[in-house]
């Protein structure tokens, strides 16, 4: 590709899909490591029907292909595991259809869940790469608190264990305690 491998083209869409601004150079202002590590991060699915989260990441690549009519893709690389930065991002639409906000929003909402949002790539260093593969260990493994505190829908109410539960009905159940992109966890 001219302006690089299919990958750098594709990190570049997904994160005018969700991130930002391809042009903001600040540092201060960009998230360019955090994009490229979830990326590179694979998502992993534990619980029955998480693989439909998986799916919907991966559906992705196919709008990128037909947007930017992209021909001749190798097949292995549409095969390829999700990555965490996908799952997110296609996640982050789903919620955006189930509720209000936008796509956007949700997006940041799950790096604030996270505890990530914070670190642009004027703060990024190796302790938070570090702490950022942690806290994707935390989500994938399901090592967050019985109310999904740690995870990407943490609860005030919860009537079941998080960790057992897919993320489709995590999100249900947190949708359903109120609207977070408005009033914030």
Request: charge should be negative; charged fraction near 30%; include cysteine.
């Amino acid at each position: 590709m001219e302006n690089g491998t299919l990958d750098d083209v594709y990190l570049e869409w997904l994160y005018k899909e969700a991130v930002g601004s391809t042009r903001d150079a600040n540092p201060a202002r960009s998230f360019w490591q955090i994009a490229k590590q979830l990326y590179s991060t694979r998502f992993e699915w534990l619980v029955n029907n998480d693989d439909n989260r998986a799916e919907d990441g991966k559906c992705l690549r196919d709008e990128f292909i037909v947007e930017n009519d992209i021909q001749d893709i190798d097949p292995d690389w549409l095969d390829l595991d999700c990555s965490m930065l996908e799952m997110l991002i296609a996640l982050s639409r789903r919620a955006s259809f189930e509720s209000s906000g936008e796509p956007g929003d949700w997006f940041w909402h799950f790096l604030r869940t996270m505890g990530v949002d914070h670190y642009s790539d004027l703060r990024y260093n190796t302790q938070v790469k570090a702490e950022i593969a942690d806290t994707v260990e935390r989500i994938i493994y399901r090592k967050y608190g019985r109310n999904g505190d740690g995870g990407l829908f943490p609860l005030r109410n919860a009537t079941k264990d998080q960790r057992k539960a897919e993320l489709w009905e995590q999100m249900a159940f947190y949708l359903r305690e109120g609207n977070y992109i408005e009033h914030g966890p």
